[in-house]
């Protein structure tokens, strides 16, 4: 699985949109890009993922490059529940096996 | 209401003793996982099972033991031989539906005493 790098932690003003870089410059084509989040003491929450098109769902949008080796995950109108621990990380979409999270960037909403 | 459920959530153990944690699904996926987090660190993957009566071990294996006897269930015993067993543990579900995504319970933080 290709490595990600993420900033280690970004703030957000409450309601405006926040944009959530990842770098995966070593992704190989049949790797999905997924966005997970932790919040303190937690189990890590699945958010969103995709391969190639930029993907929506009731929780966040992603934008992956066209070359693939970077994606943005936005959260359209943060709240303040949305503070939390967010993972990239990437996975051969048909293999079974271990998840990988980094470091993952710390996302304040604040007030 | 379907799920990962994990209990308890917070578990205490003498040093010596075995103890068992339980995940339970009802998600109807066949694949399950067990990770261990230490604080400020990433996931760690103890032991996996593909399909019923089968697992394999991940990369922390030694002084764990699991069984999976049923498809919702996946209990985790961490025994005397784990020299350092106090941790968060998570386990999760994965979906063949979605490309295998995996979806997690909300963990059980175990602490020796």
């Known amino acids: 699985d290709a490595k990600t790098t993420q900033p280690p932690s970004m703030d957000c003003a409450e309601g405006r949109a926040a944009n959530l870089p990842c770098n995966h410059s070593?992704?190989?084509?049949?790797?999905?890009v997924y966005w997970y989040r932790q919040i303190h003491s937690q189990g890590p929450q699945y958010i969103i993922h995709?391969?190639?098109n930029n993907e929506t769902n009731e929780m966040a949008s992603l934008i992956i490059t066209e070359d693939r080796k970077s994606s943005t995950l936005i959260l359209p109108h943060a709240t303040l529940r949305d503070t939390a621990v967010y993972y990239c990380?990437?996975?051969?979409?048909?293999?079974?096996?271990?998840?990988?999270f980094g470091q993952g960037t710390i996302l304040t909403v604040h007030p | 209401d379907g799920g990962i459920t994990q209990s308890p959530k917070y578990l205490f153990r003498k040093e010596g003793q075995n103890v068992t944690l339980s995940c339970e699904q009802n998600?109807?996926?066949?694949?399950m996982y067990w990770y261990r987090q230490d604080p400020g660190q990433g996931l760690r993957l103890i032991y996996y099972s593909q399909i019923v009566n089968d697992f394999q071990k991940g990369d922390i294996a030694e002084g764990y033991s699991v069984s999976r006897e049923k498809k919702e269930s996946f209990p985790l015993t961490v025994t005397s031989a784990q020299k350092n067993p106090t941790a968060f543990y998570l386990c999760a579900s994965a979906s063949p539906s979605q490309q295998e995504t995996q979806y997690f319970g909300p963990g059980t933080r175990l602490l020796v005493l």
């Open positions: 990380t990437t996975r051969r979409g048909t293999s079974y096996g271990k998840l990988t």
């Open positions: 070593t992704i190989s084509g049949n790797e999905y």
């Open positions: 998600l109807n996926h066949d694949a």
């Open positions: 995709g391969l190639k």
